[in-house]
């Protein structure tokens, strides 16, 4: 492009400022012209929507600068750097955050009410990014932030799904999905990358081929269509360290076209174009169970075969050996939805490389590390043979190999125990013959991690004990966590303040130990006066907000009692609506003038069940159907209230969280591998009603038992209540409605 030489590079200095200023005048003569030029409204008339598009562009406009500052510093210092691989990111909105990070909200919420603008009403025409499901990925959104946050060369790679997760509509007290097409208002924090394209291939055969007086496999694909880079800066806060979420947009490929032309299909040709897109175009909304699907196999490798594409492009700018490669790059999977990533740096280093299998190998085992996130055998991967075949002749092969060799090793290590070589094997040969994408991931990867103590111990001990017992080494866990920079300064800025002044220190921001400090003051009475007044503002904001959702109004002064996460049977909303049921019929039954013992409870439950998941379907029917019962008996009125909120997103959970009284977090102790919600209302200062289960363990040792409620069965316990069955009776009263919707 050359455009360096052609100005000189003193004259675009002099041209430009060396920053962007951000004192009041300066940042509205941005939003003004934002206004103008980007939004192309007139700056005498623009609404609240338009409003916002130019102050995410004036703040997106600080966020280039520093994204630019330090791609050039990692490019010039060349640090191993760590790409983290994952399918999902839950990012939410994105002003608020990124205002935040960069220092300059107050400034912009300043310079925005002298234009007759309020910061907040603004962020609120912000949609979701909802290219996620639940825990593991706000998990992932979490982990960006963090690792700008402190510094690291990291780089996050993902898919760009032009519908994210459904979004939820109950009608009748029924769940129904409608598309989440969010980017029909354009996305501004995005950049698209028109130069940052590859091709990435699919089906075809393997040929063998004469090489050096031997033969090598070579792939001859099928189809190719294009990745289009989108690259999201994600800022740290504290820091000018902007480190990159790059997703990945599939479009055709001029290549194939030119072939349809030739051959004077014109229309075809078009129509093939589009079928290209499809590969990025819908975010799969199964929590957890596999579907087998052949678009979702190719989503998978869509996105891993770009993003290794660049990795290995950005490795070569600078080195020409790969035994460096290990030295300068690691690669995270996030579960096993990347996991192809493994056969195909295998086929790069072996078919394109040329580099011996041994040498590949041995590099391959150096990069890749594993997250798993679940313990219910429904989670884990398992490809069929035939798709794979079909779609990626060339892995399916190499996949194949490695498990050879593995094979060989293993009996080597093991003797012929036929049953364990079977249960540890990476192909699975049963009535359909399928790749274990979790044995081949613990296989190639030098680090297979847990997302909490307890999770580690049953990977460990249950689900992957026969590679433990082989590679004790390589398994080790990390303890989730959410960032507080999202969970309480962006989400509850009162609450934040009210930390920062008892603390006499914002430091807490980027350093979350520091908020133990705040334990020298937890018996000062107008500390608890004033958390108590910000409980309060937030409870009223919620209360406005259950209103207008669902109509019912709710007194402020009762204790909230709040169950928000994806609805599942191991997570028990169900049990939570059989207990408020129980609840209802006490109070009922009650004298009169008992019920003034009574502690007024709201409870909210809000989540999305897969839309195939019919069982939870029918929990969010029940709760509906619940609701209705009880809010509508005057007899009960404020002493009970139950609420379904609809469209549990990130900034719902944004909304309920501070305003909080209770959480539940009462999955079946054993199945819920960390859980990170109990995290966010911790730090809102909301007490837990927790199982024994995932990262409560831990969180109950640093808090203490005595400053939680414990609830249910312990792991250890779990088979013999099974074994012995349900013994729950429900009132008469509901007990037709229970069946009537189950
Ligand atoms: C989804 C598909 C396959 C396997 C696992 C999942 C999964 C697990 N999705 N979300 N999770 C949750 O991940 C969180 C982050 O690690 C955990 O805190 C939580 O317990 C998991 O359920």
Not at 105 to 119: N, T, W
Not at 301 to 325: C, E, G, P, T, W
Not at 455 to 471: A, M
Not at 667 to 696: I, Q, R, Y
């Amino acid at each position: 492009r050359g455009g360096e030489t052609r100005v000189g590079v003193e004259r675009m200095f002099g041209l430009m400022d060396r920053f962007l200023k951000s004192d009041p005048s300066s940042l509205q003569k941005d939003i003004l012209d934002h206004v103008e030029y980007t939004v192309a409204r007139s700056r005498f008339s623009f609404d609240d929507f338009e409003a916002y598009q130019a102050l995410a562009h004036s703040v997106r406009d600080r966020l280039i600068e520093r994204w630019h500052d330090t791609q050039l510093h990692f490019k010039k210092k060349d640090p191993k750097r760590i790409y983290f691989l994952s399918m999902e990111f839950l990012m939410g909105r994105s002003l608020s955050n990124s205002a935040i990070n960069l220092g300059i909200r107050d400034q912009y919420a300043d310079a925005l009410k002298e234009l007759g603008f309020e910061f907040e009403v603004l962020a609120e025409q912000e949609g979701d990014a909802a290219l996620g499901n639940g825990g593991l990925a706000r998990l992932s959104a979490c982990q960006m932030d963090s690792l700008a946050t402190m510094d690291y060369p990291a780089w996050g790679y993902g898919l760009r799904y032009q519908y994210g997760l459904f979004r939820q509509v109950i009608l009748d007290g029924y769940q129904h999905e409608q598309p989440d097409y969010w980017l029909n208002f354009g996305n501004p924090w995005e950049i698209e990358r028109v130069h940052v394209t590859y091709p990435v291939k699919f089906y075809g055969t393997v040929e063998d081929e004469n090489f050096n007086g031997g033969k090598r496999k070579v792939w001859l694909p099928g189809e190719t269509v294009e990745a289009v880079a989108y690259d999201n800066p994600i800022p740290g806060h504290g820091t000018r360290n902007t480190i990159t979420l790059r997703l990945w947009a599939a479009k055709p490929s001029d290549q194939i076209d030119m072939e349809s032309y030739n051959t004077g299909d014109y229309i075809n040709a078009v129509v093939n174009r589009q079928r290209a897109e499809t590969i990025s175009s819908v975010l799969y909304p199964d929590d957890r169970s596999y579907q087998g699907k052949e678009l979702r196999l190719k989503q998978q490798y869509f996105f891993v075969s770009a993003s290794l594409q660049d990795i290995i492009r950005r490795f070569k700018d600078s080195h020409s050996n790969f035994d460096d490669f290990p030295e300068k790059v690691a690669l995270q999977l996030n579960d096993t939805h990347p996991s192809f990533a493994i056969a195909e740096v295998m086929r790069v280093l072996v078919d394109e490389e040329h580099l011996d299998w041994n040498r590949a190998w041995d590099i391959v085992c150096k990069i890749f590390s594993f997250t798993t996130h679940t313990v219910l055998p429904e989670g884990l991967e398992k490809v069929p043979v035939d798709l794979l075949e079909s779609l990626l002749p060339r892995h399916l092969q190499i996949i194949y190999d490695i498990n050879f060799d593995y094979i060989e090793e293993l009996k080597k290590r093991i003797g012929l125990d036929y049953d364990r070589l079977s249960r540890m094997s990476i192909v699975e040969d049963g009535a359909i013959k399928s790749i274990r994408m979790a044995n081949l991931a613990i296989v190639c990867s030098h680090t297979v991690n847990g997302v909490s103590r307890v999770h580690s111990e049953l990977l460990k001990t249950r689900v992957f004990k026969d590679f433990y017992e082989l590679w004790p080494h390589k398994f080790d866990y990390k303890t989730n966590g959410v960032t507080q920079r999202r969970w309480i300064v962006v989400s509850n800025p009162s609450l934040s303040a009210l930390i920062s002044k008892w603390l006499g220190t914002e430091a807490w921001i980027r350093d979350v130990d520091l908020l133990a400090g705040l334990q020298e003051q937890a018996a000062n009475a107008d500390l608890h006066e004033e958390w108590r007044m910000v409980r309060k503002v937030n409870k009223m904001r919620l209360a406005e907000y259950i209103e207008a959702m669902s109509g019912v109004k709710v007194s402020v002064s009762a204790m909230f009692d709040v169950q928000i996460k994806r609805i599942h049977e191991y997570k028990r909303q169900l049990l939570n609506v059989l207990g408020i049921i129980h609840r209802y019929d006490c109070i009922k039954n009650m004298e009169k003038s008992d019920r003034t013992k009574v502690v007024p409870r709201v409870c909210i439950i809000g989540g999305k069940a897969a839309p195939g998941y019919e069982i939870a379907r029918k929990i969010i029917k029940l709760c509906n159907a619940v609701a209705e019962k009880i809010n509508n008996d005057p007899d009960v009125g404020d002493l009970l209230k139950l609420v379904f909120i609809p469209d549990y997103n990130v900034s719902v959970a944004e909304l309920v969280i501070p305003g909080a009284d209770l959480s539940q977090h009462i999955s079946t102790a054993g199945h819920e591998a960390s859980g990170t919600g109990s995290m966010k209302f911790l730090m809102n200062g909301c007490l837990l009603l927790a199982t024994e289960d995932g990262s409560t363990v831990e969180i109950m040792e640093e808090i203490g038992k005595d400053n939680m409620f414990l609830f249910g069965a312990k792991m250890h316990e779990v088979p013999a209540l099974r074994e012995k069955g349900p013994t729950l009776k429900v009132p008469l009263q509901f007990a037709r409605v229970v069946r009537y919707v189950m």
